[in-house]
């Protein structure tokens, strides 16, 4: 099975911006959809944005429209969270996700591979 490796959390201060990856590996098919989660201490997870990775369509929470973008990389099989305008409510640990199904959806119950998470903090 294959895994993904999220990079690029940190603490910054509001207003910044900040990039997130997610690399596949070890995916004999690379999955149709990467999506990237978000869970802050005491609350649900959050779907943040998810992308087809064929066609390259995205979809955002409401919560991060027109903050928040997501791409990717075919050949390097990495998806990018680029946040900008970061507000201390976007404080959390994002984990990105992955689905074999080529439907992107906001619940986490349907993605079947999960990176360890990496936190961003925002301070004001």
């Known amino acids: 099975q294959g895994q993904l490796d999220e990079s690029g959390g940190g603490l910054v201060q509001a207003g910044d911006s900040l990039r997130l990856s997610c690399t596949a590996s070890g995916f004999s098919l690379t999955p149709y959809v990467r999506a990237w989660f978000r869970q802050a201490p005491g609350k649900p997870r959050e779907f943040v944005a998810g992308?087809?990775?064929?066609?390259?369509?995205?979809s955002y929470g409401d919560s991060v429209k027109g903050r928040f973008t997501l791409s990717r990389d075919i050949a390097k099989k990495t998806a990018y969270l680029e946040m900008v305008s970061l507000k201390p409510e976007d404080t959390a640990v994002y984990y990105c996700?992955?689905?074999?199904?080529?439907?992107?959806?906001?619940?986490?119950?349907?993605?079947?591979?999960w990176g360890q998470g990496t936190q961003v903090t925002v301070s004001s």
């Open positions: 992308i087809l990775w064929n066609s390259g369509a995205t």
């Open positions: 996700a992955a689905r074999r199904t080529a439907t992107l959806s906001q619940w986490e119950g349907v993605y079947d591979f």
